[in-house]
């Protein structure tokens, strides 16, 4: 297991995708998280840039959002979107390109076992998670930082336990979504099909679907318990403003508790990783 | 002369057709044995059998005295496929080190095995800008790094220069020499007289197992293309007379 983790960290640190798909990540966060919403700020006073903000409750409620103590909740915020699906995208990547090139062929009938293999690039990819997880926190108090001095408000650090629980939420939704990513790279034994099926699932089906489940009660039922819905509901539950309120994130709802949504990602989190094992374990290895 | 692998009466039908008639063979441990035939004739099947991949209807294949495809041969056996099998958006080196780092093993042992294939100066460039038979070459080192006591290799010449391709051989054999075993697939037959034994295969069946010089003795003549050829007259002679006699 360890020369399977070490080799498949020395595969996502070389592999530009990795590089390029967490720097989409970090530029979007700080771009949606930040910047859009500062520059909204500052001109609200009829640059034609928000004219949205109107009054100075709304400019107070924007500027409170980008101040450091809201930066765990900043964390959250985009990942049950737009970050999920990058992070799908890496997952599916991962483990398809292995089946595109044909490197799983020659590791699974040679060695190390398909489990270890696979689990090493399951852990790889959890430690890749954590970090730029880190590393997204890390620039998101340093952008919030520079907007308190730059609107000399005070700078209030995010108290220790908002700050892991923001940091335990970013890690289980974005590791939900990867884990997805890695089952669907799994299933169809390449990254295009897998990226695509992907994408459409967490950006465009899940939002139709929550569209039929206004018309169709019992579709609701369903809706509910989707991958996004939780994600959307835990970011919700610690403090990202929904969809439908105007400041809000798309993706973050309010459907399930923070409870409900947290044991339905844990939930899907193992039933991802699960069934990747077990697909990868139990198919022949074709060449 | 010690069996390293041993293949018994095997049978392997894939979809609903037998590809695999009932071969038999031994390839003796540290050398270099040459599975050639045409294009479709069951090279890949069987090697696939051999590396313990393939499910077999009848038949036992049992490779350094265990049987194909048990864990405790997953160390022991390296597996070149016929389709390169290298990351394309990574260098010569990573994929290398990658591979290297998957059997425990480090930059020394890779950086060794790209240079072995003849790839040291092309050792930073992303696979994915290679030709063909770089690509392959690639592959080939990621299968040598671990030095494994068998090696598998599915026609790794194929799209390589002659002076590579005397070089590959010239590696091949020194493998063999410090005591791997190398099963060796083509469908070129000049390859076969670089080999220490031929296994000749043919629409499943294998029609000669021997040395170079045993296989031209008994087919009367010196070239291995042409004794190829009359062993397979031979064999549709026998078998027309078979069909005959009934």
Redesign the interface.
């Known amino acids: 297991m360890i020369a399977s983790l070490r080799a498949e960290l020395l595969r996502l640190r070389r592999w530009p995708v990795t590089w390029v798909l967490c720097g989409t990540w970090l530029v979007l966060n700080l771009a949606f998280g930040y910047l859009f919403n500062y520059l909204s700020y500052r001109s609200r006073d009829g640059s034609g840039f928000a004219e949205n903000i109107t009054d100075a409750a709304t400019a107070r409620v924007l500027l409170r959002h980008l101040m450091p103590d809201q930066a765990p909740i900043t964390l959250v915020a985009g990942l049950p979107m737009f970050g999920g699906a990058l992070l799908l995208i890496l997952g599916a990547i991962t483990v398809g390109s292995g089946y595109g090139w044909g490197t799983w062929k020659t590791i699974f009938t040679t060695r190390p076992r398909r489990h270890t293999a696979l689990g090493g690039t399951m852990a790889a990819l959890g430690i890749v998670l954590a970090g730029l997880i880190a590393v997204t926190f890390v620039l998101d108090l340093i952008a919030s930082f520079t907007v308190a001095a730059a609107e000399s408000q005070p700078t209030t650090w995010p108290s220790l336990a908002d700050s892991a629980q923001g940091f335990g939420a970013a890690l289980l939704i974005s590791a939900m979504w990867m884990a997805a990513g890695v089952l669907l790279g799994t299933l169809t034994r390449g990254p295009a099909l897998a990226v695509g099926l992907g994408l459409v699932w967490s950006l465009v089906v899940e939002n139709l679907l929550r569209g039929v489940a206004g018309l169709l009660g019992p579709v609701a039922n369903v809706t509910d318990v989707l991958p996004g819905t939780a994600a959307g509901s835990l970011a919700g539950a610690v403090g990202a403003l929904t969809q439908s309120d105007p400041n809000g994130t798309p993706g973050v709802t309010a459907v399930i508790g923070g409870t409900a949504a947290t044991i339905l990602l844990g939930a899907y989190l193992v039933l991802f990783l699960a069934g990747s094992l077990t697909l990868t374990a139990r198919r022949d290895v074709t060449t | 002369m010690e069996t390293a692998i041993e293949v018994r009466d095997l049978v392997v039908v894939r979809g609903k057709r037998e590809v695999l008639h009932g071969i038999s063979a031994l390839i003796p441990r540290g050398s270099v044995t040459g599975l050639l035939g045409p294009s479709g004739s069951g090279k ?1 099947t069987l090697m ?1 059998a051999i ?3 393939q ?1 077999v209807k009848s038949g036992t294949v049992t490779v350094l005295g265990d049987p194909a495809g048990t ?1 405790r041969l ?2 022991r ?15 010569v080196r ?1 994929n290398a ?3 290297a ?4 093993l480090g930059a020394v042992e890779a950086d060794r095995a790209v240079v072995d294939v003849g790839l040291g100066d092309a050792a930073r460039q992303l696979v994915g800008t290679l030709s063909e038979g770089q690509r392959s070459r690639a ?1 080939l080192a ?2 040598l790094v ?1 030095n ?1 006591d068998v090696l598998i290799l599915d026609e790794p010449t194929v799209g390589q220069d002659p002076v590579l391709r005397d070089e590959l051989w010239a590696r091949f054999n020194a493998l063999a020499a410090q005591g791997s075993t190398l099963l060796v697939s083509s469908h070129v037959m000049d390859e076969a007289g670089r080999c220490g034994q031929l296994l000749l295969i043919r629409e499943g069946r294998l029609i000669a197992e021997d040395t170079p010089d045993g296989i031209r003795a008994a087919a009367g003549v010196q070239d291995l293309d042409e004794a190829f050829l009359r062993l397979i007259r031979a064999q549709d002679r026998t078998a027309t007379t078979a069909d005959g006699g009934r």
């Open positions: 890949t696939r590396v313990g991949v499910i864990a997953r160390r056996v390296g597996y070149l496929t016929q389709a390169p099998s290298v990351y394309a958006d990574l260098t990573e080190r990658y591979f780092s998957l059997y425990g592959s990621c299968a671990s494994p």
